[in-house]
């Protein structure tokens, strides 16, 4: 016996992660027996590629009204997360470059140095932004990925106009292409953390649901 074809599961997860707790089940059961219903008439392939539509559509739709309904506690969650981004991605260089200088690597070991004051600042700072994004997840319970993606979205737009600051003063695109992918690192590591948060989240009530029934 054959075993039903299942829905992508990515576009399914997409749409868990935007579905209020409430309307979770009502959502997601109406998309799967959609696709069963495409799959049964239209074929396999189609009813892949409508789920894919239909969830993107989804997370739109859920996104627009989110930050409609709940705009005020969405913003506010947002702007403590920029200033918290603002401290804690910092911190850790911060924190690098005292234990360098602490045990004098620079003088004793330098390539050891260079490589830390490159690369380990770098990693440094992603780890300071993904834990940024997942205090803010974790403010805006039930609205995780609300959050961190107005937050992520912000930043993606400060860092594109800073871009184009910098390149008409200064008028030398390298900096900027070099800032512009570090802007959009950090924005999908803020994005991320969110999803880490939200998914946790999902699987306790999923959990304690069950426990219930």
Not at 100 to 115: C, E, M, N, P, S
Not at 150 to 168: E, K, N, W
Not at 199 to 209: D, E, H, K, S, V
Request: charged share 15%.
């Amino acid at each position: 016996m054959m075993s039903p074809v299942q829905p992508p599961r990515v576009a399914i997860w997409m749409v868990r992660l935007f579905t209020p707790d409430k309307e979770a089940e009502s959502i997601i059961g109406d998309l799967l027996e959609e696709f069963r219903y495409f799959t049964n008439n239209s074929g396999v392939s189609f009813a892949r590629k409508w789920c894919w539509r239909q969830s993107l559509n989804s997370v739109l739709h859920l996104f627009g009204s989110a930050i409609r309904q709940f705009w005020r506690s969405i913003v506010v969650v947002a702007v403590a997360g920029f200033f918290l981004l603002r401290f804690v991605g910092e911190l850790f260089e911060h924190m690098l470059f005292a234990v360098l200088r602490k045990y004098q690597v620079a003088d004793h070991h330098f390539g050891i140095y260079v490589l830390c004051a490159t690369y380990g600042a770098e990693i440094a700072h992603v780890i300071g932004v993904f834990l940024a994004g997942f205090v803010v997840a974790l403010l805006a319970k039930g609205k995780e990925m609300f959050a961190t993606l107005t937050l992520s979205i912000v930043l993606c737009g400060l860092a594109i106009i800073a871009s184009g600051v910098m390149l008409v003063k200064n008028g030398d695109d390298w900096l900027v292409w070099r800032l512009l992918p570090w802007s959009f690192a950090d924005c999908c590591t803020i994005a991320v953390a969110g999803a880490i948060v939200r998914t946790r989240r999902l699987r306790r009530l999923a959990i304690n649901l069950h426990i219930t029934h």
